[in-house]
Each structure stands twice: as C-alpha cells, then as structure tokens.
C-alpha cells in the first residue's frame, strides 16, 4: 500500500490523539501511535484501529512515554515520521494542582525531549511538529483571546504548556524547525474523558434517563468556556502542519457558555428543565418537574486559581487555514446526551 506520509501521534489513545488517527487513516496516512504501558485497559478509543493494522498494516502502536526520553530518540530514530502529532498530557487542570512536578514533567519537558530528539537524529529539515497548545495559557486575560493576546497561566498545568509554546517558537527560530503551537480553545466530543465537566454532565444526563436519582456534584457553575467540537477541531492540526511556512493558531467557536448553560442544555435534551436555587455553596439545580435535587455544590471541585472566562478570536485560522467551526454548541451538547444514552442503554 502506497502511503502519502508517516504521522507519529504521542496520546493517541486519548481523545483528540484517536479521533486525529482516524482522519489521518483517511488520507492515507502511515500512523505511528504511542502509548503508555498500564494496568488496565486505556486502548477504549483506538481498539477499532488494530484492523487497519492487521488489514492494511497502516497502524503501528509503540510503548512510550513522555517522561522518557531515550525512548522517544529510540522510537523516531526507528520510524522517521514526517510528521509529529505531540498531543501526550497531563490534561487535567484540577489535578495538575495535585502533581504539578509530574505535569511539567510530561507537559513541559516531554515537548523539549522530542523536540531535542529531532535536533539529536538531524532531522530538523525532515519533521513537522505540531504542538498541543491551549487557551488556558491566557488565563484570566482581556476577552476574546487571540495570537497577540498577553498569556497569564494560572495553574501547573497552564505553565508546562506555556513552557512548551515558547519551546517550539524558539526551536522554530533557532533550529529552523517547521514547529507550531495550535492554540485550541476547549473542544469535547463522545470520547471526551469521563472527569471534565461537559461528559460527567452528559453521563449523568443519560444515568438520568434510565431512572438513576444519583446527584452529580459539580464546583464551579459559573466559569464560562468556548466549547467547540473535537471533531471539528483535529482537522486544523493537519492543515497547519500543510501550509507553507509554520505559525501558531487559536481555534476556537467565538462562544462562549457557563457550566450552568451546559447542564441546562444537556438536561434540555431529555425534556428536563432545571430550576435553580440557593447560592454559593448552598446552590442546588432541580427538576422542575419532579422537584427532585439533581445537581449540588462540592468543593472538592474548585480549583486553587480559576480561569473565569475563556472565549476565542480564531480569525487568523480562519482566513490562513480556510477553516471554521461546523457544530454548534447545541448540536455538540445533544450528540454527546445521545451517545451516553446509548452507550448506557447497551450496557444494561
Ligand atoms: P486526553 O484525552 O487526556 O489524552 C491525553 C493523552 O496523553 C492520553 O493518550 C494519555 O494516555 C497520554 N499521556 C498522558 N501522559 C503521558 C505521558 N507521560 N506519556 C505518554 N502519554 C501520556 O487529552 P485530549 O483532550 O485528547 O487533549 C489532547 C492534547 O491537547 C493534550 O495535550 C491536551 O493538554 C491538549 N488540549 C486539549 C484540549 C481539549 O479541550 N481537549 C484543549 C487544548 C489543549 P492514557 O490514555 O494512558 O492516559
Ligand atoms: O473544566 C469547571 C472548572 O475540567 C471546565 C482540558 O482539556 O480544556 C480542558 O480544561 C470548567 C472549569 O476543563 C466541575 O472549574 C465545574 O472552569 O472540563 P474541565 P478545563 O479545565 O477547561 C483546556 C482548554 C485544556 O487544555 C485542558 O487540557 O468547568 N467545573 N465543575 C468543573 N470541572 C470539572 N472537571 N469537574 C467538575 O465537577
């Protein structure tokens, strides 16, 4: 099988590295996965990939790890991609509070290993590399957040990856890397992780449906991010790696929503409708039906430092990259309700 290019994929069992995979496998793409050794299963989101494996020997997954960097040089020295999709992280922001050593571990030095591993192999003329950048590097900055925005980390996890936006710009400068920072704003999806907000909102919507009373307990109602489709979004990590010279990009919807509009919509999609009382602490969302409590505070989920408000200008992605955002924060919410429905209903 004649194969146009080679693209390596660090976190290609997470959401955005599985879902990049299967748009690279359409256009006829070599890909290199690596994944991480645990003990139990976290292959869920590529499982159907190892038929392209076995099929059309156009899937190749490798143990690796971000925090080891031997390893990394060993696996491109071996595949020579000519693309690199560094898209491994400590993702969490709430638990980069937690292990932040860890997180600039993975986040920020695990960018600078593969980066070096480039420089080590002289490969700098030969590897595109595409940086997983994020909105959180903004922090609580002037709204909307665009490429000349001021950055203003506010967690560990914010910091690494701003360690690894100037990484790649100095790389870029230095070595003549063709390295860039997407900057993406929030994008979820059905294979968002199971402990951001918008997909324990929609699980416990579907457990809702199906006559489970468990309250979700949530912290912070109130922060407001640009939620954009994930599908949407791995598209634009191509097209950057396709354009003449490299640059960085935000990308982004330019909407931006409160976790309270999420659960309302999400609750919306089953012909609930959510009543809201109290305040702080004490603030409790019912069904305004049933008058049943769905939805309490918890504490445990705020986080130290919080990032208020998160909305994009991706104006330059969309005029460079001739790219815009297909899915509207509605259709979002109601295809991950009805996915979760689903996915619970087979298995019960
Ligand atoms: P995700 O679902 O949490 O996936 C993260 C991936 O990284 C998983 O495959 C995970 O492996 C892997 N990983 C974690 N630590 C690693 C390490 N030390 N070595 C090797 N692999 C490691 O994240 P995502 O939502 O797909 O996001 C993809 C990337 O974009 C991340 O870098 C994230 O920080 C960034 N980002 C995400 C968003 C968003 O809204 N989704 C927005 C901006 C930027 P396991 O499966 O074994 O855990
Ligand atoms: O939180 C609030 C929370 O954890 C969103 C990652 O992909 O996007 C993601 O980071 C908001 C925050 O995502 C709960 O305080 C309320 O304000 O879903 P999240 P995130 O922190 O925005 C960025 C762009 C990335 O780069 C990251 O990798 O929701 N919130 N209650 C809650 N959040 C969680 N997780 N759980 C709650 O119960």
């Known amino acids: 099988m004649g194969f146009k290019k080679t693209a390596l994929i660090t976190g290609i069992t997470g959401q955005d590295g599985s879902i990049l995979a299967d748009f690279l496998l359409q256009k006829n793409y070599k890909i290199i996965g690596i994944k991480r050794r645990s003990s139990s299963f976290n292959t869920e989101r590529i499982n159907h990939l190892y038929n392209s494996k076995i099929l059309n020997k156009s899937y ?16 491109i020295q071996q595949t020579k991609p000519h693309e690199i999709y560094n898209l491994a992280a400590q993702s969490h922001v709430r638990t980069s509070f937690e292990t932040p050593e860890y997180t600039a571990n993975a986040d920020a030095l695990g960018t600078l ?78 294979r968002r992780g199971a402990t951001f907000v918008t997909r324990k909102i929609t699980r416990a919507v579907a457990n809702y449906f199906y006559g489970n009373k468990q309250i979700l307990y949530l912290g912070n109602l109130n922060a407001r991010r ?96 001739k790219w815009k955002p297909k899915t509207s924060f509605k259709m979002l919410v109601k295809s991950m309700v009805e996915k979760d429905i689903q996915k619970l209903g087979n298995s019960i």
């Open 60 to 75: 190749f997954p490798f143990y690796g790890d971000l925090t080891d960097t031997t390893n990394l040089i060993r696996i």
């Open 113 to 190: 290993r593969l980066l070096e591993a480039i420089r080590i192999l002289k490969l700098e003329k030969k590897i595109k590399f595409y940086q997983a950048s994020t909105s959180e590097i903004f922090g609580n900055t002037k709204i909307p957040q665009n490429e000349r925005t001021p950055f203003a980390p506010t967690s560990p996890y914010a910091i690494s990856k701003l360690f690894s936006y100037w990484t790649v710009i100095n790389y870029r400068k230095a070595y003549n890397i063709f390295a860039v920072n997407g900057i993406l704003f929030n994008h979820e999806g059905e």
């Open 226 to 321: 640009d939620w954009g489709y994930a599908n949407d979004y791995v598209k634009t990590m191509w097209l950057m790696l396709q354009q003449k010279k490299p640059s960085d990009y935000v990308i982004s919807t330019g909407v931006s929503k409160s976790v309270k509009d999420f659960v309302n919509e999400a609750y919306n999609c089953i012909g609930v409708k959510i009543i809201w009382k109290g305040k702080g602490l004490g603030e409790v969302g019912i069904d305004q039906k049933t008058k049943k409590i769905l939805i309490k505070i918890d504490k445990y989920y705020f986080r130290p430092t919080e990032v208020h408000e998160l909305r994009g200008d991706s104006s330059k992605a969309r005029k460079e990259l």
